[in-house]
């Protein structure tokens, strides 16, 4: 089969002990069908303990607040991979932070940035955000129920031409040319969502037709910087939490930054300084603007071909646009009060900002949920 592997893949090693915030801490830890059985059966005191361990009735979790598993030790290994081995482990353990994705013919292998390790390795393949194709002898076990190979094509032409967009618009380091060409991928996504789900356009037919990201959108926000209106939603929503400053000590500290420099001003005058702080930014570090479209076409490589099972192209493009001017401002914030910061801290802001922003249904929901009424008052 052939399997696709982002460029830097085979580089990937857990840091176990020796990470810095490690990914058994600050969300909820899903369990799959088959862990939720295995830990049912158990008896005895490691039987309780399990039970003890798993919340929820219809889909348990470990660690439903967030806080950290109950089964991670103090040296920072886990200690239920070292009673029972990895073979036992839940599945979300056992293969993060890779993700898979097989639709039958072939397959592709990338990394999840929330993962600390993964994000500094993305700091430095910034420039390779592209796949390493190879044919392997073993089968891979398909990760969805559609069959549909034409949508399939398209959609993968068209993150295809999404990356590119961005990769042009960021070309110059203009900080405007990428906001329009993020917005135009939200539109364009929002229109082939529409097409297919309202209008009842075959699937490779909305893709292809009216691929034009150069038309002007008049409902969305602006993309970079997102209005910061929009960026306390956010932080209004679960994003932030009061037992973070334990489990993800790091972006508690961020966002305090934020309360202090914005929560004494008006919405006008928030927007005010924080488009002050955004311009200075990027005219003392215009190399961003590479950065931040590569951390974009990540984010498309890594979610985009969701939409094959669940069509969601808005949400799939929207929420990278969030993550990044959440990665762009807490950057800004720092810089303002450190004067400097480097690869290796940004790489731990962006892997906190991943965990916040994709993995929490909470805040996910929330924000899309402002995003629409923008779009219901232009409609
Ligand atoms: S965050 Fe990454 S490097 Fe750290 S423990 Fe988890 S998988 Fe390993």
Known sequence: MLVKKISYYDEFQCLMGECPQSCCKGWRIPLDDKAIRRFRNEKGLWGLRLKMAMHGKVQPSFSPYCFRCPFLRMDGRCGMQLKKGEDYLAEICRIYPRIRFCPGNYTELQLDLSCVHVAELFMKHREEQFFVEKELDEEQEQTGDNDDTEYLQALDESRGQLMAAITDASADGDPDALGV????????????????????????????????????????????????????????TDFYQDGMQYVLPLLYKLCHMYYRRFDKLSYEEGEKEWNRLFRKHIA???????????????????????????????????????????IMLFETLWREKYGTLSEKELARIISVCERRVYHNEVVEKELMKEIMKEKAKTA
């Open 284 to 326: 003392g570090h215009p190399e961003r603007v590479k950065l931040y479209a590569a951390y974009y076409n990540s984010h498309l490589l890594r979610t985009y071909m969701e939409c094959y099972e669940d069509y969601s192209f808005f949400k799939h493009t929207m929420t990278g646009v969030i993550g990044l001017n959440v």
């Open 181 to 236: 060409a993020l917005k135009n991928v939200v539109a364009y996504a929002s229109t082939v969502q529409d097409k297919m789900m309202r209008e009842g356009v075959d699937e490779p037919e909305a893709l292809r037709s009216g691929f034009d990201l150069s038309e002007e959108t008049d409902w969305l926000p602006e993309c970079f910087p997102l209005p910061i209106a929009l960026i306390n939603q956010l932080m209004s």
